[in-house]
């Protein structure tokens, strides 16, 4: 299959998923409450759930995140991604072979617009895409490190807005970051097949005098794994 | 923002035509192939050229380019790419551009390397399907000879393979000069209260060969006509030293020039610096000198501080700006360690200001008017800031927010990226650039090309200036003033 065919479905996965109210950075509306995920459960730092069983486990500690995930595990720091501008990124690798695409803009329309090390994009408008597809082998958990950045790529303040998508088309969580700078981690562990994530980052409102209020959403340390059994 | 194809319904139908012709005839199953010019089809060393490509697209299958790239020799850069006048008949292209600051570098198609199925630049039969584009290459002054820029058109798919196609364009080098030219200040204004004498540095640099030699007189001038300076004419507030000089290529001289305002009364006078030279291209330059002198005295007037000015910054004795039109020129007079930026690496799309730029020598660029989807559109490609409309109201300013900033200088000039009467973009017509400094200097001139240059060297800092282009060509239409290669620093 092409890549862009595949880039295509995914997209048309993304669209069904995000048909909630959007601001004009395609986030969710600011003024809008984001639709809690069912039976989300959520880990902090400490590492630590006494529920199990639900569908989507959201990790803010990285530690935490990979204690949950089996091993063979996909990571990848960006290290060897030149700076700029460029096309959908895909990996094809961990113990089950995922195969799945960073890219951004519907039907990945629009460039990537990378740092020294990391994944952001070119438009403002646009969220960072970590997808797969229904023919490939499903991984059922994915963390990263996420922030906003500036137009010179420097992280800034603001708030990120993490979606997963599930594989069945549902969202199995909303996670909005505050963001403390490139070190906000968040993990997401599934007991069903995970689609992707998309990562926004809405501009801030209200606007700050003196300071754009375009964000652009950034990720780096990305992990594509399974549960633990 | 409209894109260049939406203006071209009527060829398009042409094109489908053709295409439905084609079913009546054994289909041809052509690779790829490119032909074209350059214009200009030389180089000078040492600046950015810009070329504009005329390129056809052959291809009996109707086979398009999905990726149009340019290769360039050990040295040469791609400093921007655009679309002067381009076709496609796909609907869905999304070319990016990419490598700009390198040597290989250009337009590619989504998913690329992989072919397309339609390309971005449409492809035809023999003589083939004209897309022309304008190359910006960036050649250092070290690098002579033929330079041949290829051109890779990677097609898209249709037609037999490979699918790939090079064309070599050889650019001849315009040469070295061989004649003595001089660079200088091309405006001066100062200010120094009535007690005080201005000292400040005049450069007088030979940027060709030879050996320059020199003639420094004054004459009168009103500011607005030109000096006459057949007629020297001595001022007894102006001291020259030295008069006379010679400069080996590659060099400059820094004429002192002070300015005694203390046998002056308070107010304005005129002259004109007259620079006399065996620059057989400008055996006389004119430049225009004002002096304003403040009815108060200055209690440190007796001061010399280490910018050669007795000016301690804040204005209260005095100050000078030195205005350039000239690169070469301009930097002389910048102390080392300034920050330049070709802009090669936007972000595009709608933006919001402000923007931040540089290290050393930070700065905000903000547009206005302000408007809701964004202030600024910036072209991919482009290496250019632009507001979002091009009007009489709008304004692209740099602030500076760190270290004090002396000296400023870049290209300057109107760009048409876009009409709605026309279907060429990235025009540069004639246009009335105006730049105004935060105290209130106002540089106004026509720009004819992005070889514009303006440059300023401050003796107290500039902490922000505003781009406009705010007057209409005579069919109405406003260009956007935009700026490039911007040196940020100190005054030397």
């Known amino acids: 299959m092409r890549p862009a065919f595949s880039l295509a479905l995914l997209a048309l996965v993304a669209s069904a998923a995000t048909a909630a109210p959007t601001s004009r950075s395609g986030a969710p509306d600011a003024k809008v409450a984001p639709p809690a995920a069912p039976l989300l459960d959520r880990v902090f730092a400490s590492g630590s759930d006494s529920v199990r069983g639900t569908p989507v486990t959201v990790y803010t500690d990285r530690a935490a995140f990979l204690a949950a995930i089996a091993p063979g595990y996909a990571e990848h720091d960006f290290s060897e991604i030149a700076p700029g501008t460029s096309q959908p990124i895909g990996y094809t690798d961990g113990s089950n072979a995922w195969h799945y695409f960073i890219f951004t803009g519907v039907f990945a329309t629009h460039p990537l617009y990378n740092g020294p090390g990391y994944i952001s994009t070119d438009r403002v408008d646009d969220p960072i895409s970590v997808a797969t597809s229904i023919f490939d082998p499903p991984f059922t958990a994915i963390g990263a490190n996420v922030w906003p950045s500036d137009f010179s790529l420097r992280p800034t303040s603001g708030q990120v807005v993490i979606t997963v998508l599930m594989q069945d088309g549902t969202t199995g969580a909303t996670e909005t970051v505050d963001s403390n700078g490139p070190d906000d981690f968040r993990g997401f562990v599934a007991n069903a097949p995970i689609a992707g994530i998309f990562v926004d980052a809405p501009e801030i409102d209200p606007p700050v005098p003196g300071e754009s209020q375009d964000r652009w959403a950034t990720l780096d340390n990305l992990v594509i794994g399974s549960a633990a059994p | ?492």
């Not at chain 2, 012709?21 to 350059?38: E, K, Q, R, Y």
């Not at chain 2, 398009?64 to 006048?85: C, H, I, M, W, Y």
């Not at chain 2, 720009?447 to 922000?464: E, K, L, M, N, Y």
Request: hydrophobic share 40%; net charge negative.
């Open chain 2, 1 to 492: 923002m409209t894109v260049p194809h939406r203006f071209r319904s009527t060829r398009r139908t042409a094109t489908l035509a053709v295409l439905c012709a084609c079913v009546f005839a054994p289909l041809a199953h052509a690779d790829i192939a490119l032909t074209g010019t350059s214009t200009p089809a030389t180089y000078a060393r040492g600046r950015i050229n810009s070329f504009l490509l005329d390129l056809h697209v052959v291809s009996n299958a109707f086979a398009g380019v999905d990726a149009l790239t340019f290769q360039l020799p050990e040295g040469v850069t791609l400093s921007a790419v655009r679309k002067r006048n381009t076709f496609t008949f796909c609907s869905n292209i999304h070319p990016l551009v990419n490598g700009m600051g390198t040597r290989d570098g250009g337009w590619y198609q989504l998913g690329w390397p992989v072919l397309d199925g339609c390309g971005s630049f449409a492809g035809s039969g023999d003589p083939g399907e004209e897309q022309i584009v304008i190359v910006d290459l960036d050649v250092p002054v070290g690098y002579t000879g033929d330079l041949p820029l290829t051109v890779h058109a990677l097609g898209d798919g249709n037609g037999d393979p490979p699918n790939e196609a090079d064309l070599v364009l050889t650019l001849g080098d315009e040469g070295a000069p061989t004649q003595p030219v001089v660079a200088t200040v091309a405006k001066i204004a100062a200010t120094a209260a009535g007690n005080a004498q201005s000292v400040l540095t005049l450069p007088i640099a030979n940027t060709g060969a030879g050996t320059l030699t020199y003639t420094l007189t004054t004459a009168t001038s009103d500011g607005i006509t030109p000096a006459d300076c057949g007629a020297a004419v001595n001022f007894p507030w102006i001291a020259i030293a030295p008069t006379t000089g010679s400069v080996a290529a590659g060099t400059h001289d820094d004429v002192a020039l002070t300015l005694d305002a203390s046998i002056l009364a308070s107010g304005d006078v005129t002259a004109a610096l007259c620079v006399a030279s065996n620059d057989p291209a400008q055996p006389m330059r004119a430049i225009p000198l004002q002096f304003h002198v403040d009815a108060a005295a200055c209690a440190a007037a007796d001061r010399l501080f280490a910018n050669g000015f007795d000016d301690d910054t804040d204005g209260s004795c005095g100050h000078a700006l030195r205005t350039f039109d000239q690169r070469e020129a301009f930097l002389t007079a910048v102390a080392p360690g300034y920050e330049t930026n070709a802009f090669t690496a936007l972000r595009t799309g709608y933006v919001h200001g402000p923007l931040p730029f540089g290290n050393v020598y930070p700065y905000a660029v903000t547009a206005a008017p302000t408007n809701d989807i964004g202030d600024f559109y910036l072209f991919d490609g482009a290496g250019e800031l632009s507001t979002v409309f091009a009007s009489d109201t709008s304004t692209l300013t740099i602030t500076f927010t760190g270290a004090p900033v002396t000296a400023i200088g870049g290209n300057v000039w109107g760009q048409m990226f876009q009409n709605l009467t026309s279907i060429e973009m990235n025009l540069q017509p004639p246009t009335t650039i105006r730049i105004e400094l935060d105290d209130g200097t106002v540089e106004s001139f026509t720009a004819t090309s992005q070889q514009d240059f303006r440059g300023f060297v401050s003796t107290r800092p500039i902490h922000s200036l505003t781009f406009s282009a705010p007057e209409a060509d005579i069919d109405g239409n406003y260009q956007w003033g935009v700026f490039d290669n911007l040196v940020v620093g100190s005054a030397r």
